[in-house]
């Protein structure tokens, strides 16, 4: 049993990562809190963090609740999420500058945040779409689909999901807390080359989604055996 749970908060991490993508998404969070000191980046990154594993559970465990409220399938959100992500790999690879939801979050920087600033921006468009964003969500649900009926099996599975999702936040913190770290580190041309990576790994990883879903809904209609 203690074999199972690790194995399940592993994948989660494994699964979500790569998606999530916190190492690529480093230096446009360095963009947007370049100018507000190490502790307000300190806080911000932990913000980020916790709002990113909110929403990760929060789709891990009504997710497919709320799909099934109506009436959308598991494939049509595997295939809708393999779609945004593969179309965010492939701009992020053509386009010479950042996307629109980059280009909004580095160029509205403010010297001096409010409260309520920071309470604003730590979600939009920090956490949500730029780090958590379409085809993460369609992933958690997956990953939270087949939650077991009995009780100890669920509760193991519940805790399973928790702590894979609390490990995952604890990777966008510490990639996103040393943000500024990484930036001088790797360098104007290190830092173009992680993020061109990072967005084919995206655009491969979004046709992985999309072909996934499409073998389920061939599965759901008969054509193959799932």
Same mark, same amino acid.
């Given at each position: +049993?203690?074999?199972?749970? &690790?194995?399940?908060?592993?994948?989660?991490?494994?699964?979500?990562?790569?998606?999530?993508?916190?190492?690529?998404? =480093?230096?446009?969070?360095?963009?947007?809190?370049?100018?507000?000191?190490?502790?307000?980046?300190? !806080?911000?990154? !932990?913000?980020?963090?916790?709002?990113?594993?909110? +929403?990760?559970?929060?789709? +891990?465990? *009504?997710?497919?609740h709320?799909?099934n409220?109506?009436?959308?399938?598991?494939?049509?959100?595997?295939?809708?999420?393999?779609?945004?992500?593969? =179309? $965010?790999?492939?701009?992020?690879?053509? #386009?010479?500058?950042? /996307?629109?939801?980059? $280009?909004?979050v580095?160029?509205?920087?403010?010297?001096?945040?409010? #409260?309520? /600033?920071?309470?604003?921006?730590?979600?939009?468009?920090i956490?949500?779409?730029? $780090?958590?964003?379409?085809?993460?969500?369609?992933?958690? *649900?997956?990953?939270? =689909?087949?939650?077991? $009926? !009995?009780?100890? /099996?669920?509760?193991?599975?519940? %805790?399973?999901?928790?702590?894979? =999702?609390?490990?995952?936040?604890?990777?966008?913190?510490?990639?996103?807390?040393?943000?500024? !770290?990484?930036?001088?580190?790797?360098?104007?041309?290190?830092?173009m080359?992680?993020?061109?990576?990072?967005?084919?790994?995206?655009?491969?990883? %979004?046709?992985?989604?999309?072909?996934?879903?499409?073998?389920? &809904?061939?599965?759901?209609? %008969?054509i193959?055996?799932?």
């Amino acid at each position: +049993m203690l074999i199972l749970f &690790l194995k399940a908060a592993i994948l989660i991490p494994i699964t979500l990562l790569p998606i999530l993508n916190p190492f690529g998404n =480093a230096p446009v969070f360095a963009s947007l809190h370049g100018n507000i000191g190490p502790i307000a980046q300190k !806080r911000l990154a !932990r913000q980020v963090a916790i709002n990113c594993f909110l +929403m990760l559970v929060g789709a +891990m465990f *009504i997710g497919s609740h709320v799909l099934n409220f109506f009436g959308i399938s598991l494939p049509i959100v595997r295939i809708g999420g393999g779609i945004l992500v593969m =179309a $965010t790999g492939w701009r992020l690879l053509n #386009d010479n500058s950042h /996307d629109a939801i980059r $280009t909004q979050v580095a160029t509205n920087q403010l010297e001096v945040w409010s #409260d309520e /600033d920071f309470k604003v921006r730590s979600f939009y468009p920090i956490s949500f779409p730029l $780090t958590v964003g379409p085809g993460s969500i369609a992933a958690a *649900i997956t990953l939270g =689909a087949n939650t077991p $009926t !009995r009780a100890l /099996d669920w509760v193991v599975s519940i %805790g399973s999901a928790a702590l894979g =999702a609390a490990l995952t936040a604890l990777v966008i913190y510490l990639c996103y807390n040393s943000a500024n !770290r990484l930036i001088e580190l790797l360098g104007r041309l290190g830092t173009m080359v992680v993020l061109r990576l990072s967005a084919f790994i995206l655009l491969c990883i %979004g046709i992985e989604i999309l072909w996934q879903g499409i073998l389920g &809904l061939l599965a759901e209609s %008969g054509i193959v055996i799932g």
